[in-house]
């Protein structure tokens, strides 16, 4: 591991916070694919488990892995879109020195962490903080975002576009980082799921995502498990014993990264 600044002097940061960065977790064997990962929490935390859990496993798979502790609440956007693009400029920027194709770069995010990685695929307006360097001009749309149990407009999870916008400015501005609503031909190939039961983050709104990207032509996998609850990450921790079938999904995207020529 590594932890990575990401900028030198960062842009929006209030006094006394700590700086947003990245953790590094290298790809084990050869390997030339990247997953820049997005941590859940509604925008007012980042669970341990949906960052530092995946990178473990993903690195294990054959991929670098770059876990962003973007900044959250108080902090309202484009701060979080800004820490999110970023990590993804960085790692294409240095990408050789890696050892990372710049077109073999995907985001990860799960919950609020979903609706960044969503953002980051969708989100094409310039935003107030970017021109610090010349990393600033590399392109930071992503080459594929996997989402898990994403929250991707406010009939998902209202909390966590509230946390995000500020209230008022929720009102006036939502639909500008609504996916389905911005989303167009740039949008980058997606894998998603789901869980039925989850009564935090409405499946229901990964369904209209997934049909926005169908009608846009773009390449998707989307999967709705029958049962199951919000924030179960790669389901190994204790409190998710008796629900293993969603383990499957894990599995199941490194196949789709397979398909799509990421990994070998």
């Not at 690195?59 to 973007?70: K, L, P, R």
């Not at 009102?171 to 935090?200: N, Y």
Request: hydrophobic share 40%; net charge negative; aromatic share 12%.
């Amino acid at each position: 591991m590594k932890d990575i600044q990401l900028w030198q002097t960062t842009p929006l940061l209030n006094d006394g916070d700590s700086a947003p960065s990245m953790t590094y977790y290298p790809a084990k064997g050869e390997s030339d694919a990247a997953i820049v990962i997005y941590a859940g929490g509604g925008y007012n935390h980042r669970a341990h488990h949906e960052g530092e859990g995946y990178a473990e496993y993903f690195s294990e798979a054959g991929f670098h892995c770059f876990v962003t502790h973007y900044r959250i609440n108080p902090y309202v956007f484009p701060v979080e879109l800004l820490d999110a693009r970023r990590a993804v400029r960085y790692v294409r920027y240095h990408a050789d020195e890696f050892g990372i194709d710049p077109c073999k770069i995907a985001v990860m995010g799960s919950s609020a962490g979903g609706h960044l990685a969503a953002l980051v695929s969708t989100y094409r307006d310039a935003i107030e903080g970017e021109g610090a360097d010349e990393i600033d001009n590399v392109d930071p749309t992503p080459n594929a975002q996997v989402l898990c149990y994403p929250v991707l407009d406010p009939q998902g999870h209202l909390g966590s576009y509230v946390s995000l916008l500020g209230n008022p400015a929720f009102k006036a501005s939502w639909r500008s980082v609504t996916p389905a609503l911005i989303a167009d031909e740039k949008t980058p190939i997606c894998f998603m799921w789901h869980c039925e039961g989850d009564k935090v983050v409405d499946a229901a709104n990964t369904l209209r995502y997934a049909t926005r990207l169908l009608e846009l032509g773009i390449s998707q996998e989307t999967h709705i498990y029958p049962f199951g609850r919000h924030g179960v990450g790669l389901v190994t921790e204790e409190r998710f014993i008796g629900e293993e079938y969603m383990r499957s999904w894990a599995p199941m995207c490194v196949n789709w990264f397979k398909l799509h020529g990421f990994i070998k």
